[in-house]
C-alpha cells in the first residue's frame, strides 16, 4: 500500500505561474514502495476504495489534486509551452466525439472536486463557460466542447490549442487518452506530457498499449494480458496505480531532448551528489489514475508526479530497508532504463550511511 510522505517544490518567480486565490490543501505524496521489489506489473487498484487508502484522506479519492504546489506545475506546462507546443502535446486520430468527451468529463470532474475554484455555467446556445479561479482564465467551449474562445491575462504565448490543451493548463497532473475500436485495436490518441520520465509525447502518439511500453524491460511478460487491460480501462474502474524512479534532483520536465541553451548531457545526466546539503537524490513518485470513457471507447489516464526526498528516506528505518530492497531487486537491464546502472553502488552505500 502507498504510504503518505511529506515533500515540497518550489516555485521559479514568475508572474505566468502566480496564484489567484490561496490553496491550503498540503500535497498528497506517497512511498510505493511497500513490497520491496522492483516489480513491472499492472498494479492497479480502485481509486478511493477503501477511503483514505494511502493516508492522504479525501485526496487519495480524487482523480486530480490541486493543492499548494499547483503553481510549480502550472509554471513548468507554461514554460513547456512557450519551448515549443508540439513537443509536449500531440494527438493522432483524435476523433472530435472523443475528444468532446474528454473535454466533458475534465470540466465536469473540476466543478465536482473543486467546486469553490472552477465555476460552470451554461450558455444560450448549448455552450459551457468554465471560470478557473486559480489562474483567472474563462474558458469558452461550443455544445461539442471545442474550445471557441479563452479569457487570459497575461495573453498566453502560444494560445491554447484545443479544449485538452486549455484544460491541462488547468490542473497539476499530465493527461493521456487511449481509444479503441474494433476496426483498429487500440492506440494513444492524445498526450499532454510536460513532467515526462524520460520519454517523449511525439515518439509514443499513435501507438499501441503494447509498443508504447516495449522498451520496458520485463513489459513483454504482460504482453499476452494487454487485451484484457485495455478492455479494463476502458469499461472498469476507475483505478489507481503507482511508477517510482529515482531522481536527483525535482525537476518535473525529463524530457530526452533538453530545451534551448542546455547542453544534452547536463540535461540528461544529472550528477548523484553524495555531499549534498539537500538531498543526493529523490524518489520521483508518479500517481497513475484511468478512468473509462465507454461510450466513446477511450480511457482517460492522469499522471501526477511528486518527490520524497533521499534524505527523509534514510531517516526512515522501514522506507531505507524498502528501498534498498527493491534498487537490489532490479534487474541489469532495469537499472539502465530508471538510469541507475551507474550510480547503483553509491545510492546504496550512502543509505547504509549513519544519518
Known amino acids: 500500500m502507498a504510504s503518505c510522505k511529506s515533500a515540497t517544490l518550489t516555485l521559479p518567480h514568475s508572474d505566468r505561474g502566480r496564484l489567484i486565490i490561496p490553496i491550503t490543501a498540503q500535497p498528497a505524496l506517497y512511498f510505493p514502495l511497500s513490497s520491496g521489489r522492483y516489480e513491472v506489473v499492472p498494479g492497479l487498484k480502485r481509486l478511493g476504495l477503501p477511503p483514505g487508502n494511502g493516508g492522504n484522506g479525501d485526496a487519495d479519492a480524487r482523480l486530480l489534486q490541486i493543492d499548494t504546489d499547483f ?31 474528454v473535454a466533458r468529463f475534465i470540466v465536469a470532474r473540476l466543478h465536482s472536486e473543486y467546486p469553490e475554484l472552477f465555476h460552470l455555467q ?17 474558458l469558452f467551449f461550443d455544445a461539442e466542447m471545442r474550445l471557441t474562445r479563452t479569457e487570459t491575462a497575461p495573453t498566453l504565448d502560444p494560445a491554447y490549442a484545443s479544449a485538452l490543451d486549455a484544460l491541462c493548463c488547468q490542473i497539476p497532473e499530465d493527461v493521456a487518452v487511449m481509444c479503441t475500436s474494433p476496426e483498429q485495436g487500440d492506440w494513444l490518441t492524445a498526450l499532454h506530457l510536460c513532467s515526462p520520465s524520460h520519454w517523449a509525447a511525439e515518439d509514443k502518439i499513435g501507438k499501441s ?11 513483454a511478460k504482460l504482453n499476452a494480458t494487454a487485451p484484457a487491460l485495455v478492455n479494463a480501462m476502458v469499461h472498469k474502474g476507475p483505478f489507481v496505480r503507482f511508477a517510482w524512479g529515482i531522481a536527483p534532483d525535482r525537476q518535473l520536465n525529463c524530457h530526452p531532448e533538453p530545451p534551448p541553451g542546455r547542453a544534452s548531457r547536463e540535461w540528461r545526466e544529472a550528477a548523484f551528489a553524495p555531499h549534498s546539503d539537500d538531498s543526493p537524490f529523490y524518489l520521483r513518485v508518479e500517481r497513475q489514475c484511468l478512468w473509462g470513457l465507454p461510450e466513446v471507447g477511450a480511457a482517460l489516464f492522469t499522471i501526477r508526479v511528486s518527490f520524497v526526498s533521499g534524505q527523509e528516506i534514510r531517516s526512515d528505518p522501514t522506507e531505507r530497508a524498502l528501498l534498498r530492497s527493491a ?27 549513519d544519518n
Open 71 to 101: 503553481a510549480v506545475y502550472r509554471e513548468n506546462k507554461l514554460r513547456c509551452r512557450a519551448e515549443r507546443l508540439s513537443k509536449y502535446y500531440a494527438t493522432h486520430h483524435f476523433a472530435p466525439q472523443v475528444a468532446g468527451a
Open 122 to 138: 451554461r450558455d444560450a446556445h448549448g455552450g459551457t463557460i468554465l471560470r478557473c479561479r486559480l489562474t483567472d482564465e474563462v
Open 327 to 353: 534498487l537490489l531487486s532490479m534487474s541489469p537491464q532495469s537499472r539502465v532504463y530508471k538510469s541507475v546502472a551507474g550510480r547503483m553502488d553509491q545510492l546504496l552505500n550512502w543509505l547504509d550511511e
Open 209 to 219: 498499449f503494447v509498443a508504447m511500453h516495449a522498451p520496458v524491460p520485463g513489459f
